[in-house]
């Protein structure tokens, strides 16, 4: 942002909804999801605040792989891509469950902000492709 | 008003497992190439690399390079673009001499990555991605290779046999290369059954962690006109896309690469089709299909039919990796561009041995910056 209020070309500043488990978190401007550890204001709506250091995403699993990485707590996970139900992409790990990866596979996670360091998207599989419908109305319910 | 510019020595060192040092990589490098271009001296030095500090010690290879040739107080600096380096420091040698500021130009592309253990090589590569949004969730370079690759298969139903076909093609032709590092034959079979790195990339569809050094000179037209065997560049493309997969509209489309090819071959008034050699960035099979459809060479979710028909053979219509590509030469990352672009310019002087492309004119050289976050393409042709 100029010192005179205009748009610097390029720049993503932030827009918050209140609601802190909305669905998706992202920016008016760039319609990307972050989590970042300072103050905001959109350049599409002019609003400012604090983001939240936790929200709810959901969305649809686009593809995985097994990480060749470990947590040093041997926790399973896999990295996997996916494309929330807001629109952008995430690239996120997956705890790995009884339920099948598989591409269409719906799935829900958190973004959470950590005192210091960058966000993490941790996700897992709610259900696979073909009862994607019925994993909806459970979640609404 | 640009000048023209040509290529008036080039020399590539052999890729190597573990190399003594930078300085000695650098140096062999730059002075074959200067021999070859009968120079003892140049108006400037351009040296590309990735990420030698991190896997040396070694910053500061501008001057490393001007000294160790004994040309200090010559201009020289280093350029960095990932594994686009090369083909970065490349660019800007060819943008400064086509802008009239100097006449001739070393550019080196150098890189010693032996130095640290895979796993810190791994996450030292893997800052070539979104360091935050990519790496900070547990991506590797390979990973996100992995997931591309998946997506691939299952979108086009296309079978990974078919992709590791582009493995063994330049297996193939590393056989007889002289600076190539795997110098090794490889069956589809021993290639499918080789160990998962990251589901679903096998090892034999990645390119190896390894050190080396390429060197070209450049010339503005009034010098590189003495030279029979000069190599014209007639087209150079940089474009630039997201540092992340995930912010991409497509997961599966290189835009960086389709609009850097096409502004190359605007500039050099040439159609795809009319190229002879192609050399490009096979860091991961999966790659491979993904630049030939950035190129136009085959429609999207087809590229990977190029293998299978066997038009990446040397005498086919799309002759790709013919010293080995970065599959089988090696993928010394920071130095990987210049390998390709010397490796074109033995193909266009006609000194490719049994390398040789039949009849090669023209060459378009692809190098990939991250995971298509930098796109340099380059169009030569030979004088003869």
Redesign the interface.
Known sequence: MKPDGTSVGGAHELCWPRDSTADATQCCACERVHVPARWHRCLGCGSQGLAPTRVELRGVFESWTVPHTVEPDGAEWALGLVTLDAGPMLTVRVKITGIPLSIGARVAGTAERPAAGPERFWFEVLSAPETADAALTEVAA | MMRDVAIIGAAAAPVQKRAPSIRELALRASVDALADARLEHVDAIVVGSMASGEFTGQHHLGPLVADQLHLTPVPALRVEAACASGSAAFHVAHVAIASGMYDSALVTGVERMSGVSTAVASRILAGAA?Y???V?????F???N???M??YL?DFDVGHDQLIQFAVNAHRNALTSPHALLKASVTVDEAMSSRV?????RLYDCSPICDGAASIVLAADEVAQDYDEAVWVRGAGLATDTM????RSD?LTLDASRIAAERALEQAQMAVDDVDVYEIHDAFTVMTPLILESLGLYPKGEGWRAASDGEIALDGRVPISTFGGLKARGHPVGATGMYQLVEATHQLRGEAGSNQVPAAHTALVQNMGGTGSTIAIHILEATR
């Open positions: 979104d935050e949004y990519e900070e969730q547990g991506a590797s390979v990973g996100l992995a997931m591309v998946r997506r299952s790195v990251a589901d679903p990339v992340s997969f995930h912010d997961l």
